[in-house]
């Protein structure tokens, strides 16, 4: 009987009330009891399939792998890559992977995730999880390189458990968090190394960065950077242009702060293009704090004194002395500090690697961000590894003593490393590509300071060297990534990634960093579930229904439960902009409304009587909040939503528990294609009650012409609809030329019939005009559209 190294591993679901086992490998010299006792939740199967599987909690939606990639390379005809808002259908990453390199009897060896080339496979035995657990919505995988035949050099003997994290909680939407644990075993029957050296981990993140608002070429028009202490190899992370916290505490990083409307510094002269100075370029509007832009500043007032890292003596800012508020500076602070007060709290290198929207090379004007439409901008941080713990800080410079990662390199599609050699070389920031000018570049700069134009740019992020890893020896990670308006929204919310990992922490900090099997992590409240809708039409309106299981489910956070009310909410052409349009409540008194987005309170700032709890609505338009519901509009695509929201509960001084805002759940239950995950609207339309005849209709198509992707379809949808039809007809559609293109049988007995328009022989129809022909037992009518492809 071979021998099998162990890994007993489990994990639990953090106050959900179970405990779900993993069946992992298992060593003849454990206890014959525990072995007995694993006995029964193990299975004999072989690989599960590979598959994905969509976090759409947050604002941010993204598709996870069980084979070690992130993100689906179909975008956007496939499923969500870091779309950001989701359902926007706008799409930043193309495919995201995992690499672990290694030194193995004097050869370089990559284990990785490569698109067309996944030497990962999901682990036998395992399942992939998606559901409840630390987060409102995690993902659990494992899976391993032990698959030979894969491979171009040879396995390494890797075994990796990751759980992906998502809230809906404000604040805690924008990112989607991995907790990563890499483990060396045997592989059965295989001769693999039992040491490995040198060793490597790396995320690489290929971002083409508006995929699908941009469906001609996403890709070619990104630049890329690094954010976070990098040496000598750039002056920016010594940059003080922009305030690091929102100083002003109105929920935005604005003017006020450094950054333009869509984020961006003032101070950047050089966004878009390396030749074309940014149109917002204004250095007469940076503003400064005394810390470095950089630099991640959390505000703790039971936290350690920061320092100020820049001098300016109007401001009295002396770098290297602890940070306190004068009469020089307190105005800067916009009256979040007094005269005297110590800034208190952590500062440290915010270590992220991102992307963004720059000028298309092949346009003569400058659509940076798609003209503001693709203002989000995309980015990867190692919030924890293991390398601090076991190896202090690098060190490299007085300044090197904060955790960070190993190097950040880039590169464009004519230098994808197609090699074990040179993907290791590229982890190892040895790369000849790293090496520019003589200079060679742990952290390589923006491709404008290098005469880089836009392109088709890949990030890479990596952490180690760990000198060796053996049999039986783990490492953990957490890698975070997430999307934000502009640089400014991307490191805010970044920032709370960290906030978010360390709340709930009592032995440890930035400072001191611990691991996810370590203290506390990731306690923050969490919104009521996610009610289950259906909804329906009707003429000029829509009927909805939902259960109840918000009112019934307590809070994991507090052991009660806090359920306060419902909202209602509605989209018209694709699930984003939401409007809300009513509410209910338990509350037998007036409350503040408060809009969740933005902490304003609606209603002018007065409180009101909210309608009682109901699972019921239909929406026929009226008024809410003093504001004016437009009916809905017989034949445009609606989507509705339903969120729960709980109540607010101050500060508690026995417990220690701090102050919990109301917060809701999250837009996430409009209906959806249950085999494609994709939007489905709902178009009221006349429902009738009586047999109308053609002979007293109308028929009409909609939109008409059609132009490319008209507003009248939904988001992922290629469609028209007839309108104005009896309850039950034909409707033939032909070429100019008479040829039959399609035949739909309209049978639902109402008045609208939508079409995919996809021929009869599965072909999508291209540009031209096109006659129909609608037919009942009365008439028949005969009109004319047109299609735009665009082609």
């Known amino acids: ?32 009891d525990l072995v007995d006792k694993l006995m029964p939740i193990m299975k004999v199967t072989a690989r599960p399939k590979e598959e994905y599987k969509v976090h759409k909690i947050g604002k941010v939606w993204s598709a996870t ?21 989701g359902g926007s259908n706008t799409h930043h990453l193309w495919e995201g992977r995992f690499w672990i390199g290694a030194i193995v009897d004097g050869i370089k060896m990559v284990s990785h995730a490569e698109y067309g080339n996944y030497e990962f496979k999901p682990s036998e035995n395992s399942e992939f999880y998606m559901g409840p657990g630390k987060s409102i919505e995690d993902s659990y995988v494992e899976y391993d390189d032990f698959e030979e035949s894969v491979h171009t050099t040879a396995p390494l003997g890797i075994h990796v458990f990751q759980r992906g994290l998502t809230w809906s909680t404000p604040e805690y939407d924008d990112f989607i968090a991995y907790e990563i644990t890499v483990v060396k075993e045997d592989i059965p029957d295989y001769d693999d190394p039992d040491i490995l050296e040198k060793v490597f981990v790396s995320w690489v993140y290929d971002c083409d960065v508006g995929t699908g608002y941009d469906p001609s070429d996403p890709n070619i028009d990104d630049a890329v950077d690094y954010d976070g202490w990098d040496g000598p190899d750039t002056d920016t992370d010594m940059e003080d242009i922009v305030s690091n916290v929102d100083w002003g505490g109105d929920g935005i990083c604005d003017e006020k702060d450094g950054y333009t409307e869509l984020g961006i510094p003032y101070g950047w002269e050089y966004v878009g293009s390396p030749s074309k100075v940014a149109s917002d370029y204004d250095p007469s509007k940076i503003r400064p704090d005394g810390f470095f832009d950089e630099w991640t500043l959390i505000l703790d007032e039971d936290g350690p004194p920061v320092k100020w890292q820049v001098d300016d003596p109007t401001m009295d800012w002396v770098a290297g002395e602890i940070a306190v508020i004068t009469n020089n500076n307190v105005d800067r602070y916009e009256g979040r500090f ?51 713990k076991l190896n202090g800080p690098y060190r490299t410079t007085p300044e090197d003593t904060f955790p960070r990662p190993y190097s950040h390199q880039w590169w464009n599609w004519e230098s994808d490393p197609g090699t074990d050699k040179d993907k290791y070389d590229y982890m190892n920031a040895s790369h000849a590509a790293s090496t ?7 952290f390589l700069p923006h491709p404008f300071r290098l005469n880089a134009p836009t392109f088709d740019y890949r990030f890479m992020i990596t952490t180690g060297p760990f000198q060796t890893l053996s049999v039986g020896d783990t490492l953990r990670f957490v890698w975070v990534s997430g999307v934000g308006k502009g640089i400014a929204g991307l490191r805010e919310n970044m920032d709370n990634a960290v906030k978010a990992y360390y709340s709930g922490s009592k032995k440890s900090s930035p400072y001191e960093p611990s691991g996810p099997d370590e203290d506390l992590h990731w306690i923050i409240p969490v919104p009521p579930p996610v009610p289950s809708l259906v909804y329906s039409p009707a003429d000029r309106g829509v009927k909805l229904s939902w259960d109840t299981k918000a009112e019934t489910t307590l809070d994991p956070m507090l052991g009660y439960i806090d359920f306060e009310g419902y909202r209602v909410y509605r989209a018209v052409y694709s699930p984003e902009n939401w409007e809300l349009i009513a509410a209910f409540d338990n509350v037998d008194a007036p409350v503040y409304v408060i809009d969740f987005e933005t902490g304003d309170t609606l209603n002018n700032g007065e409180p009101v009587n909210l309608p009682d709890i109901t699972h019921t609505f239909v929406d026929t338009g009226g008024v809410f909040l003093g504001e004016v519901i437009e009916r809905p509009k017989n034949n445009f695509p609606y989507y509705y939503v339903v969120t729960a ?23 996430s239950n409009y209906l959806t294609d249950p085999e494609t995950g994709k939007p489905l609207p709902v178009y009221p339309k006349v429902i009738y009650d009586s047999d109308v005849q053609l002979s007293k209709l109308t028929p009409k198509v909609v939109p008409n012409p059609y132009v490319g992707a008209s507003l009248m379809e939904a988001r992922y949808e290629d469609k028209i609809a007839f309108i104005n039809l009896p309850p039950t007809c034909v409707i033939s559609i032909y070429s100019m030329t008479g040829d039959l293109i399609k035949k739909i049988e309209h049978t639902d007995g109402t008045d609208i019939e939508l079409w995919d328009m996809v021929s009869r022989n599965t072909q999508d129809i291209v540009s031209g005009v096109y006659i129909f022909v609608v037919e009942d037992e009365s008439d028949k009518f005969i009109g004319k559209f047109i299609v735009l492809r665009g082609e």
Request: charged fraction near 20%; glycine fraction near 12%.
């Open 645 to 667: 929201y709980d109540s607010y509960k101050p500060a508690d001084p026995v417990t220690g528990r701090p102050e919990f805002k109301q917060i809701e759940s999250s837009k």
């Open 436 to 442: 520019i000018g003589g200079v060679n570049y742990h």
């Open 338 to 388: 007094e005269v005297g007060d110590t800034i208190k709290g952590y500062l440290f290198p915010r270590n992220m690697s991102y992307m963004y929207d720059a000028d298309d090379p092949t346009s003569p004007e400058d659509d940076t961000g798609e003209e503001g439409n693709v203002p989000g901008f995309i980015g990867g941080r190692i919030i924890y590894t293991d390398f601090y």
């Open 65 to 85: 792998s069980n084979f070690g990639i992130f993100g689906d390379p179909a975008v956007p005809q496939g499923l969500p890559s870091m779309e950001w808002p």
């Open 1 to 32: 009987m071979r021998n099998f190294h162990v890994v007993l591993f489990s994990f639990a679901i953090v106050m959900s009330g179970f405990l779900y086992g993993r069946n992992l490998k298992y060593n003849e010299t454990k206890s014959p």
